[in-house]
C-alpha cells in the first residue's frame, strides 16, 4: 500500500507533486520519488519521508510527472527500492501501488530477453513490460502490459516524449481531479484539494489517458466511459494540522463535529424508517479489521441489546475460512478506508454466498461502497494520522443508528424508547467534550505508562471491545506492548504476568459489571500493579483502589464506549508524546492496507 499521483498542467509538476505526496504519506513513508519530464525524464527518489525528499531533491523543471510515497511490500524500504521506476532507455517512469503476483516468472522472462533490473520489487516489471510493447503510442503499451499481469494495482506512467500520463486501476484506490487546463491522479482526493474538487473516481479495470485539457477513461475493452464528476465536500483546511502539534490530536478533539455530522440526517432517516435497511434480517454478522473490528464488536452488544437479532463478528482476513452455516446473514462491512484488501474480499465472498451486504465507511467514492448493496457514510471528514480516532467513534455512531433501525423493524423498542436513545446520542458530542476538557489531568495520569514495557487494558461487556481498542492505540503509537482483556478472564493466565512494573488500565463504570471490576481492580492492587482506572466522575470507591483515576461523564451504560474510547485514545496520545514517539506515523504501518 502506498501513494501516488500524476500531473499534467501548467504548473511546475514538483511543487504539486510534492504538496500531494505530502498528503498521501498517510499511505505510506519509507521512500518516496517523483519523475518528471522536463527537457528529458529525471527521476529523484530516496529512503525515507517525503519532508527529507523535498530538501534534498534540486530543482527539477517540467509540467509532467509522477510521484510515489512506499509502504514497502516487496523489498526493503531503500533507495533502489523506491519508486519510480525507469526502463532500461530512461524515457519511461511508472509509480504503483499494489501487487503484481506473478513478477518472479515476468521479470526472469524479462531478464532473459535483455531487461536489466535495479531493485527488489514487484513493480519493476511494470516499466520493463511498459518498454517492450511500447509503439509509439503509450495507451496501447499499457492495455499490452495489463494483459501480461496478474495482481493487482493502481499505476502512472509518463515517457519523455509524450505529453501525456497513462494510469490503470485494479482493486486499488485511483481518482482523477479535474481542474481548468490542468489534470491531477491520485491515489486520494486529499493529494487534489489544493487544485480542485472534481473527482472522477476510476473503476476496476478502467484505464486513463490524462493531458492537461483533456481525461478520456476506458473500460477494459477499450471503449471511452463517460462520467460526471462528483463534487468533493472535504476541503484542504479539513485534511490540515491546524495548530495542533499531531494530526491524531487534532482528530481526536475533531470528535465532536464528526459525531454530530454522522447523526445529522441520519436521525431524521431514521424516524422516517428508511435508514440502512428495509427488512428484518435473521442474523447480523459484522466483519472488519484492526479498529474497525472493534467498532464492530461493541456492534455486536448494541444489536443483540437493542434489537435482540443474533449477532456474530468476524476478522475480515479470516471470513473466507469460515463455513457458510447461517441463513445469508445481513453482512455489514466496517471499513473507515473502504479500501481494506482484506474487507473487500469478504465483501465479495458475502455476496458470493449471497448474503445482503451493508457497508459502513468513511470514504464517499472508496471501492466498498461500490461492491455492496447498500452504503452508510460516516462524516468524519478526512483522518490523516494513521492510528483511527474519529473514524472510530462515528463507526460506534453508525452502530447505535443500525442497532436503533433493527430494534424498530424487530418491534423490540418503542417509539418512546428509540426518542430517549436517540436524544442521549445527540447529547454525545457535548459529553465527548468534557472529555477533552480533562486532556491536562490525563497527561499527568499517564506518567505511569510511560516507561512500561507491557501494560494490560481491562473491560468488561460493552466496554471490552472499547479496552481492546484502548490497547490497539498505545501498541501502534507508543510502542509500549499492551494487551486488552476482558477483566474476568485475568485470573485464567494473565495474572502471571502482574507485577509492579506492569501498569493496567481500567474501565469501571458504574453500570451491572460495576462490582465485578471493581473486585478484578482489587486483585490486580494486591499483584502491586500500578492502577490507572477510569471512571465515573466522582467515584471514592473506585479511588481508593486504584493508584490513579480519570473521570468520564456519567451517560446511558449502553453509549459509555464513546467517552470511554475518547478517553483512552487520549492515554495513547499523551503516553506516546512523552515517549518522543512519531505519533501520526508509527513504524512499519500505513493507513489503508490494500494487501491481504
Ligand atoms: C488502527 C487502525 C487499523 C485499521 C485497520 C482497518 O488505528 O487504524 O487497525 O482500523 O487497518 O482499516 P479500515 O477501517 O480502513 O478498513
Given at each position: ?11 511546475e ?13 498517510y ?30 531533491m534540486?530543482?527539477l ?23 519510480p ?12 501501488n ?52 496478474k ?72 471503449v ?10 472535504w476541503?484542504?483546511?479539513?485534511a ?23 447523526l ?28 474497525s473490528?472493534?467498532a ?18 468476524e476478522?475480515?482476513s ?56 447498500r ?9 490523516i ?21 433493527l ?11 428509540v426518542?430517549?436513545l436517540t ?10 467534550g ?11 495520569a ?7 514495557r ?15 481498542e484502548?490497547?490497539?492505540?498505545l ?110 506515523k ?11
Amino acid at each position: 500500500m502506498c501513494g501516488i499521483i500524476g500531473y499534467a498542467g501548467p504548473r511546475e509538476a514538483q511543487e504539486v507533486l510534492l504538496d500531494g505526496l505530502r498528503r498521501l504519506e498517510y499511505r505510506g513513508y519509507d521512500s518516496a520519488g517523483v519523475a518528471i519530464v522536463g527537457s528529458d525524464l529525471k527521476v529523484f527518489k530516496d529512503k525515507g519521508e517525503i519532508s527529507k525528499l523535498s530538501t534534498d531533491m534540486p530543482r527539477l523543471a517540467g509540467h509532467l510527472g509522477v510521484g510515489h510515497t512506499r509502504w514497502a511490500t516487496c523489498g526493503r524500504p531503500s533507495q533502489q527500492n523506491a519508486h519510480p521506476f525507469l526502463d532500461c532507455t530512461g524515457q519511461m517512469a511508472v509509480v504503483h501501488n499494489g501487487i503484481i503476483e506473478n513478477h518472479l516468472a515476468l521479470r526472469e522472462k524479462l531478464i532473459g530477453e535483455g531487461h536489466v533490473f535495479t531493485s527488489e520489487t514487484d513493480t519493476e516489471v511494470l516499466v520493463h513490460l511498459m518498454e517492450k510493447h511500447y509503439k509509439g503510442d503509450l495507451h496501447a503499451a499499457l492495455k499490452e502490459t495489463l494483459k501480461d499481469i496478474k495482481g493487482t494495482y493502481a499505476m502512472v506512467v509518463v515517457r519523455a516524449d509524450c505529453d501525456e500520463l497513462v494510469a490503470a486501476r485494479k482493486e486499488n484506490p485511483l481518482v482523477v481531479g479535474l481542474g481548468v487546463g490542468e489534470n491531477i491522479v491520485a491515489s486520494d482526493v486529499t493529494a487534489m484539494l489544493n487544485y480542485t474538487n472534481k473527482a472522477l473516481y476510476i473503476m476496476d479495470g478502467e484505464t486513463v489517458v490524462l493531458r492537461p485539457d483533456k481525461v478520456t477513461i476506458y473500460d477494459h475493452d477499450g471503449v471511452p466511459v463517460q462520467r460526471d464528476p462528483v463534487v468533493v465536500t472535504w476541503t484542504v483546511d479539513d485534511a490540515k494540522r491546524g495548530g495542533f502539534e499531531h494530526y491524531m490530536l487534532k482528530e481526536i478533539f475533531e470528535q465532536p463535529t464528526a459525531i454530530h455530522n454522522s447523526l445529522l440526517g441520519s436521525l431524521d432517516e431514521l424516524e422516517a424508517g428508511s435508514l440502512m435497511i428495509d427488512h428484518e434480517p435473521a442474523s447480523v454478522k459484522l466483519v472488519a479489521c484492526g479498529t474497525s473490528y472493534h467498532a464492530s464488536m461493541v456492534g455486536k452488544y448494541i444489536i443483540e441489546a437493542l434489537a435482540k437479532i443474533p449477532t456474530t463478528v468476524e476478522l475480515a482476513s479470516e471470513y473466507r475460512y469460515m463455513p457458510n452455516t447461517e441463513e445469508s446473514p445481513l453482512t455489514v462491512l466496517l471499513t473507515q478506508s473502504g479500501e481494506t484488501a482484506d474487507t473487500l474480499a469478504a465483501a465479495r465472498e458475502a455476496r458470493r454466498r449471497g448474503c445482503p451486504t451493508l457497508a459502513v465507511t468513511n470514504v464517499v467514492g472508496s471501492t466498498i461502497a461500490r461492491e455492496v448493496d447498500r452504503v452508510f457514510y460516516t462524516k468524519a471528514g478526512p483522518e490523516i494520522g494513521v492510528a483511527a480516532t474519529k473514524t472510530y467513534t462515528t463507526q460506534l455512531m453508525a452502530m447505535y443508528l443500525l442497532g436503533i433501525r433493527l430494534g424498530q423493524l424487530c418491534h423490540t423498542m418503542g417509539r418512546d424508547e428509540v426518542r430517549e436513545l436517540t436524544s442521549e446520542l445527540r447529547a454525545m458530542p457535548r459529553y465527548i467534550g468534557k472529555v477533552l476538557d480533562r486532556g491536562p489531568e490525563v497527561e499527568a495520569a499517564t506518567e505511569m505508562l510511560v516507561s512500561a514495557r507491557d501494560a494490560f487494558y481491562l473491560g468488561r461487556n460493552i466496554n471490552y471491545p472499547t479496552m481492546l481498542e484502548g490497547a490497539l492505540k498505545l501498541k501502534e503509537i507508543s510502542y509500549i506492548h499492551a494487551e486488552g482483556y476482558a477483566a474476568g478472564e485475568l485470573k485464567h493466565g494473565p495474572l502471571a504476568l502482574l507485577d509492579a512494573s506492569t501498569p493496567v488500565v481500567a474501565a469501571c463504570i458504574k453500570d451491572h459489571t460495576y462490582a465485578k471490576m471493581l473486585a478484578n481492580i482489587s486483585e490486580v492492587a494486591a499483584r502491586d500493579s500500578p492502577i490507572l482506572a477510569i471512571g465515573i466522575e466522582g467515584d471514592s470507591d473506585l479511588a481508593a483502589v486504584a493508584d490513579t483515576t480519570v473521570s468520564v461523564p456519567a451517560v446511558n451504560p449502553i453509549l459509555s464506549p464513546v467517552p470511554l474510547t475518547v478517553m483512552v485514545q487520549l492515554i495513547s496520545y499523551y503516553t506516546a508524546r512523552k515517549r518522543g514517539c512519531p505519533i501520526d506515523k508509527p513504524r512499519n504501518l500505513a493507513k489503508s492496507v490494500t494487501v491481504d
